[in-house]
């Protein structure tokens, strides 16, 4: 026999092995999952994913928010409403076993799946496919397991590789899509196990309480429960390296030191609530001797908001082109996890509100709304909410009114007020509640623990 036959065959026999060797993988990690539902210790979250669609159900958001808890909810909600436990396919792709895993072996997954029921036929399967974007190639087959044998599949990713519209265009519009984030405040009473009655004097104290801790420690699922300071800045901490280097260094193949990354991160961090000058953070790094292109700083900008780890927020004004010049606001995706880069051991409690605040409004905005700051005529409003083509709302944000920034506060409302012809003008603080007359607008203050 021919020698390059001889070498072929045994590649052949290699191949045949390896395949065997990650089929039975597969096959552990079903069978694992499968016995261990319904899963335990869950805290049920304000997003609930569909299980009666015919969709393919995605879920992206910042790394470690809780999209994997997110499916397990789903899971236990369709064992409750009776799918027997054999009809689950849950498969975790974040995974070392599956490190060099190719497109090609996807289909062992459903051969997998079929050697052990062989009685179910795939059309009755739930597949659960969790950061399945770790392997390349993964979109077409999800798009051929759709189009040809399920119809109930549930995917997550993490936002380094799995964008929401870079998977929109890969599935050509298939995917019913969803975005989940660090918990909300009525989520971080749930987690905490607390249930106060607002309308009372203990529970109002009890919640306003709490808020102020939410503030300092955010809203990370597995931060909130840990037992000490300590493990939650540590826990943050290991979250916002791996965000440095797989979400952004990796990704995005970006060839420049990480401690220049990292410094260039944390002073954006720092700069929150205030509008941010790239050029003068390139002049800084220039100084200091570290080589970076003014362009590149742009470029990480964009990349931090595409994984949620910063939400832009541009200068309102009536000229596009004007638009595009004026430096922009970077709102950050978690209190807790500013703090615990930073090291910040002062109050900063004026910041996180309206960090907070902004991730209110954020989530409640609708596909075609938008959020800006104003600034004119020496006078600033934090949020201006924008529906459609017509401002809607404006906002402002202070931890308390003051006789030193009251008259402050107002003017940045009746000034944009004047300029975009919106009223509809609000006031959030801690905890302060009245409803103030001023130039003819109706302006009322209402304490963030409320919302």
């Known amino acids: 026999m021919p020698k390059f036959s001889l070498q072929k065959g045994k590649s052949y026999i290699c191949i045949k092995i390896m395949n065997m060797e990650l089929r039975r993988t597969f096959q552990s990690i079903i069978a694992s999952h499968q016995e261990e539902l319904p899963f335990n210790g869950l805290v049920a979250r304000n997003l609930s994913l569909p299980v009666s669609g015919e969709d393919i159900v995605t879920v992206t958001g910042i790394r470690r928010c809780g999209k994997s808890s997110l499916l397990r909810l789903t899971i236990n909600k369709l064992l409750s409403s009776g799918i027997p436990k054999e009809n689950i396919l849950y498969v975790e792709f974040d995974d070392e076993r599956f490190s060099s895993m190719q497109v090609s ?3 062992d997954i459903l051969q997998a799946y079929r050697d052990m029921h062989p009685e179910k036929p795939l059309k009755d399967v739930y597949m659960f496919f969790d950061e399945i974007q770790l392997i390349k190639g ?42 989940e984030y660090p918990l909300d405040f009525k989520e971080y009473l749930r987690f905490r196990g607390l249930n106060p009655n607002p309308y009372t004097e203990d529970g109002a104290a009890i919640i306003k309480s709490a808020f102020k801790h939410y503030c300092n420690e955010g809203g990370y699922p597995k931060a909130v429960l840990a037992e000490t300071e300590s493990a939650r800045t540590k826990i943050l901490q290991s979250y916002f390296n791996t965000m440095i280097f797989r979400d952004l260094i990796e990704h995005y193949e970006i060839r420049t030191s990480p401690s220049i990354v990292r410094y260039f991160l944390k002073r954006v961090f720092e700069n929150l609530t205030k509008p941010t000058s790239v050029n003068n953070i390139y002049n800084e790094l220039k100084s200091a001797g570290m080589k970076v292109g003014k362009d590149s700083l742009y470029d990480w900008l964009d990349y931090a908001c595409n994984i949620y780890l910063l939400y832009k927020v541009p200068c309102y004004t009536k000229s596009v082109l004007k638009e595009t010049t004026l430096p922009s606001k970077y709102y950050i995706a978690d209190n807790g996890l500013r703090r615990a880069v930073l090291y910040t051991q002062s109050s900063d409690e004026g910041k996180e509100l309206e960090n907070i605040i902004f991730a209110f ?14 600034n004119e005529n020496a006078a600033e409003c934090d949020f201006l909410i924008q529906k459609g083509e017509n401002p809607h709302e404006l906002v402002q944000v202070c931890w308390e009114l003051t006789a030193e920034n009251r008259s ?5 409302l009746t000034e ?9 003008c609000q006031i959030i603080t801690y905890e302060q509640e009245e409803t103030i007359h001023q130039d003819g607008l109706t302006i009322s203050v209402v304490p963030a623990w409320r919302l």
Do not use: Q
Request: glycine share 6%; charged share 25%; with cysteine.
């Open 105 to 107: 072996d996807f289909d």
């Open 138 to 179: 993964w979109e077409l087959f999800v798009l051929r397991t759709y189009k040809n044998y399920c119809k109930h599949i549930f995917i997550t990713g993490s936002t380094a590789e799995m964008l929401s519209e870079e998977m929109a265009s890969a599935l050509r519009g298939w995917p019913d899509e969803y975005v």
């Open 361 to 374: 409004l954020h989530r409640s905005l609708g596909s075609d709304d938008k959020i800006f700051y104003f």
């Open 408 to 412: 402050r506060e107002i003017k940045g």
């Open 416 to 424: 944009a007020a004047r300029a975009t012809g919106c009223h509809n």
